[in-house]
């Protein structure tokens, strides 16, 4: 995947390939051809020379981050056997200049590049050591064709590496803007998955309790069992609801609407539920504390044998305590843990206490908290 994305060229990388290219090209081509001009022999030794620069140029634009360029190998070749002709004839001592840019695009796609560079131009001014072949060694032709090319393949594959570092550094920021947008979209499904789990779960339980209590009440009582029949219909048709507004990110539990939902799903169940509420009339409770008072409703239907429940809950808090622990049930309450970082983001805290006789979540937000909006 990531592989994929680096070779994907958006337009801020096009935009910087173009911009390298045109930095390298702009720096080395104008010396080319001005030495050319004045130190080559005759047209023809110009016009060979020109004709390995454009064929060194075709490779400029096949330049990539990811591979050597398709002609690289063809490039190289055909310029270092007019370099060594060159050399050989002493033609212009400029001529190393395509060979040098040649064999830069190809270190710029090795892994010790300083070695490569290296070995790139001791071999260039070796190749323009063959003008002692025929000619006596002097210190004009040594440094023409030997100290020229040695100093001049270290400046052109200085000039391709640094313009490449721009190219890079863009490709690598437009790689982590591309990461962080996938990071977000997984983070998105996982918060909407915890959210479908959260309705969703809650209500196939009370489904499920209640579709086990009817079928115990068909015969003994057949009109309470036809009651949590119609309820069940009742509470399929609200999940239905609650589903299609999570897609539509428009669902937010009411605090005081769960609180008779947790006292009457308590009260079926046979426990006896204590509920004291100090919500104002004008104040609007953050949809979270709902949320809470639903997963530590149905953690203790889950997890525990209650008897007895409590409900505590105001417009900046809620608390749920309830007995009949389990001792041996080490079940992990995911969904709390989940709604601790929600609660935590939001800028309010949620403490879960487990005793030996009984189990309390209290969760606490501040008026006007930052933090996530809560919708499920």
Same mark, same amino acid.
């Given at each position: ?14 935009h ?14 104008p010396l ?26 075709g490779s ?19 310029t270092?056997? /007019? ?29 010790? &590049? ?5 070995i ?10 063959t003008? @002692? ?44 803007? =591309?990461?962080?947008?996938? @990071? ?10 915890g =959210? ?43 999940t239905? #609801? ?34 004291r ?7 609007? #409770? ?17 997890h525990? &044998?209650?008897?007895?429940? &409590?409900?505590?809950?105001?417009t900046?808090?809620v608390?749920?305590?309830? =007995?009949?622990?389990?001792? /041996?049930?080490?079940?992990?309450? &995911? ?32 008026p ?9």
């Amino acid at each position: 995947m990531i592989e994929t994305m680096c070779k994907q060229e958006t337009p801020t990388i096009g935009h910087m390939r173009r911009l390298a290219m045109l930095t390298a090209v702009a720096t080395i081509a104008p010396l080319c051809v001005l030495g050319v001009a004045l130190t080559a022999n005759s047209w023809l030794e110009g016009l060979i020379i020109s004709a390995c620069f454009l064929l060194t140029l075709g490779s400029v634009r096949e330049w990539s981050l990811d591979e050597y360029p398709r002609h690289s190998i063809l490039a190289l070749g055909v310029t270092g056997a /007019s370099w060594a002709v060159g050399a050989f004839t002493v033609a212009s001592p400029l001529g190393f200049v395509p060979l040098s840019l040649a064999c830069a695009l190809m270190v710029a796609r090795t892994r010790r &590049r300083a070695l490569w560079v290296f070995i790139s131009a001791l071999s260039v001014a070796g190749i323009g050591a063959t003008v @002692f072949v025929l000619h006596p060694v002097t210190l004009e032709l040594a440094a023409a064709y030997v100290a020229t090319p040695l100093v001049g393949t270290f400046f052109v594959a200085g000039v391709i590496l640094v313009s490449e570092q721009a190219w890079l550094v863009a490709r690598r920021l437009e790689l982590a803007k =591309d990461t962080e947008a996938q @990071f977000a979209v997984a983070r998105e499904r996982i918060r909407f998955a915890g =959210d479908l789990h959260d309705i969703q779960g809650h209500s196939l339980h009370i489904i499920k309790f209640k579709a086990e209590l009817a079928h115990s009440l068909v015969h003994s009582e057949p009109e309470r069992a036809e009651e949590e029949l119609n309820e069940i219909r009742r509470l399929a048709r609200e999940t239905i #609801a609650e589903t299609r507004s999570l897609t539509y990110a428009r669902h937010e539990l009411n605090l005081a609407t769960e609180i008779e939902n947790a006292k009457r799903l308590c009260e079926a169940a046979g426990i006896s539920v204590g509920a004291r509420s100090d919500l104002d009339p004008g104040a609007v #409770a953050h949809p979270l504390l709902a949320q809470v008072l639903r997963e530590a409703t149905t953690n203790l239907l889950r997890h525990a &044998r209650p008897t007895t429940v &409590r409900i505590e809950a105001s417009t900046t808090a809620v608390a749920v305590t309830n =007995d009949g622990v389990l001792h /041996s049930s080490s079940t992990p309450l &995911r969904g709390l843990a989940r709604l601790r970082e929600r609660v935590e983001a939001a800028g309010g805290t949620l403490h879960i206490v487990r005793e030996s006789n009984g189990f309390e979540v209290r969760a606490q937000l501040v008026p006007g908290g930052g933090g996530e909006v809560g919708h499920d």
